[in-house]
């Protein structure tokens, strides 16, 4: 049993008072730095959320080596895990761009 609030909610709670409490009141390069911490804790509460098929690492680390090795290049099959790869990285890293938002 994990003690509560979990991982991801102390993540979420610490990106709302950042976002909300305490961005709005600095200027200049300070907002910039909470702000690009902001996405940082955005990014790692997106990646502990994932389900972990989405990051697979192992998997793109073979596609990588298969791809390198000259095996798989050209492929429907190659093309969708590929997609896939991109897809689940951009929907941790920036998911507005999935969405067009």
Same mark, same amino acid.
């Given at each position: 049993m994990r003690d509560r609030p979990d991982a991801e909610a102390l993540i979420a709670e610490c990106l709302r008072v950042l976002r909300e409490e305490l961005a709005p !009141?600095?200027? !200049?390069?300070?907002?910039?730095? =909470?702000?690009?911490i902001a996405n940082a804790l !955005?990014? =790692?509460?997106r990646e502990l959320a994932a389900p972990a098929e989405q990051v697979d690492g192992e998997? =793109? =680390?073979?596609?990588v080596a298969a791809?390198? !090795?000259g095996k798989g290049g050209g492929s429907t099959? %190659?093309?969708a895990a590929l997609k896939r790869d991109v897809e689940a990285r951009v929907a941790i890293s920036n998911p507005k761009a999935? %969405?067009?938002g």
């Open positions: !009141g600095l200027h !200049g390069e300070a907002r910039f730095k =909470a702000l690009m !955005g990014m =790692a509460g998997a =793109a =680390a073979r596609l791809l390198r !090795g099959e %190659t093309y999935l %969405t067009g």
